[in-house]
């Protein structure tokens, strides 16, 4: 399969806390994408890091990137109970975009 | 800009039956993805259109599966026969480039086979 691994599968903080979500991949990669999906819905883009790029912020979103190890992080920095979703990194080479199994991340307030 | 319009949002078949599903792409963007997300797993594409031209349907089952996209614009997922396995929610996105952006997605299509 194509498809990368996240972990943790799962996670539950409490509102307020940091949260930490891996990306492993597998192919080289131009970029690397995180999504967010409420349940029941599409997915929503939320950042976008170049494959020359090490880190990049977007508002309580911290990425960063280790090409050299086939990995990216996600943090959410003071988390509110309106970012329990799931969260997927998708790799894309070349042309094609893949999605990894995702991080099911449960805030409780 | 009106996103990504996706129909019908749920379905219910028995297995053997055939059912279709439609996407709107946003207005402009030249590639449009099917991807099959199975409940508790992340999307896996099915098949890519750069305008009206296949990029990739290496996941596609293609004794069961068809896509098209006429015109360049909307495209239509069809799967006959049905298999219980078939049972996910069906995503449709478009992006503006070749594939290597921000994909927008539709709200998805939930099909169940009985």
């Known amino acids: 399969s194509q498809q990368g691994e996240e972990d943790p599968q799962a996670l539950s903080i409490q509102e307020g806390e940091n949260a930490t979500m891996n990306c492993s991949y597998k192919?080289?990669?131009?970029?690397l994408q995180w999504y967010r999906q409420n349940s029941g819905r599409g997915l929503v883009h939320l950042i976008l890091?170049?494959?020359?790029?090490r880190e990049k912020h977007s508002g309580r979103l911290r990425v960063t990137l280790d090409t050299s190890k086939k990995s990216s992080s996600l943090l959410i920095t003071a988390s509110r109970a309106a970012d329990t979703a799931s969260y997927f990194c998708?790799?894309?080479?070349?042309?094609?975009?893949?999605f990894g199994a995702g991080t099911r991340l449960f805030v409780k307030a | 800009e009106a996103g990504v319009a996706q129909s019908p949002r749920y379905k219910i078949i028995e297995k053997r039956q055939s059912v279709a599903f439609w996407c709107n792409p946003i207005?402009?963007?030249?590639?449009l993805y099917w991807y099959q997300q199975i409940l508790g797993q992340g999307p896996k594409l099915l098949i890519q259109?750069?305008?009206?031209?296949?990029?990739?349907d290496s996941q596609l089952p293609k004794d069961r599966f068809s896509a098209e996209r006429l015109k360049g614009v909307d495209s239509t997922l069809k799967i006959q026969p049905a298999k219980l396995e078939d049972s996910a929610v069906y995503l449709c996105?478009?992006?503006?480039?070749?594939?290597?952006?921000?994909?927008?997605f539709g709200e998805g299509s939930r099909l169940t086979v009985l």
């Open positions: 998708a790799n894309t080479g070349g042309f094609k975009t893949i």
């Open positions: 207005s402009g963007h030249a590639t």
């Open positions: 192919t080289s990669i131009n970029n």
């Open positions: 259109f750069q305008n009206n031209g296949v990029v990739d």
């Open positions: 996105a478009s992006s503006a480039g070749t594939g290597s952006g921000e994909l927008f």
């Open positions: 890091i170049r494959s020359n790029e």
